[in-house]
């Protein structure tokens, strides 16, 4: 079965920062588009940035800009997601994501989630 697991998640003051893994297992092969979505308490599922199989291309959402970087090991089939500089407002709960068809964007082609990894930011 395709499962991806997330790690990292946990509480965190406002201004500091947390890494996020996600190690996809069972795929066929390892270089897919990969990224990230959170969900807020009571709010709609958002696109927050993907990296492309290769991990040259990556895109982020403006509201994470200049304070996330996802990058990818893929040696060791993980993506991660820095988050820096982080917001109350990032709490969330926060999903790995993984787009089979390379050509379609990840916020348009989710083919596998992960379970999610809360993350909470305090003021």
């Known amino acids: 079965q395709v499962q991806l697991v997330e790690s990292g998640g946990g509480l965190v003051q406002a201004g500091g920062s947390l890494r996020l893994s996600c190690a996809p297992s069972?795929?066929?092969?390892?270089?897919?588009?990969m990224g990230w979505f959170r969900q807020a308490p009571g709010k709609e599922r958002e696109f927050v940035c993907s990296?492309?199989?290769?991990?040259?291309?990556?895109y982020y959402a403006d509201s994470v800009k200049g304070r996330f970087t996802i990058s990818r090991d893929n040696a060791k089939n993980t993506v991660y997601l820095q988050m820096n500089s982080l917001k109350p407002e990032d709490t969330a709960v926060y999903y790995c994501?993984?787009?089979?068809?390379?050509?379609?964007?990840?916020?348009?082609?989710?083919?596998?989630w992960g379970k999610g990894t809360l993350v909470t930011v305090s003021s």
């Open positions: 069972g795929l066929p092969f390892r270089n897919y588009t």
């Open positions: 994501a993984v787009g089979v068809v390379t050509n379609i964007p990840l916020y348009r082609g989710v083919d596998y």
């Open positions: 990296i492309s199989g290769s991990g040259g291309s990556t």
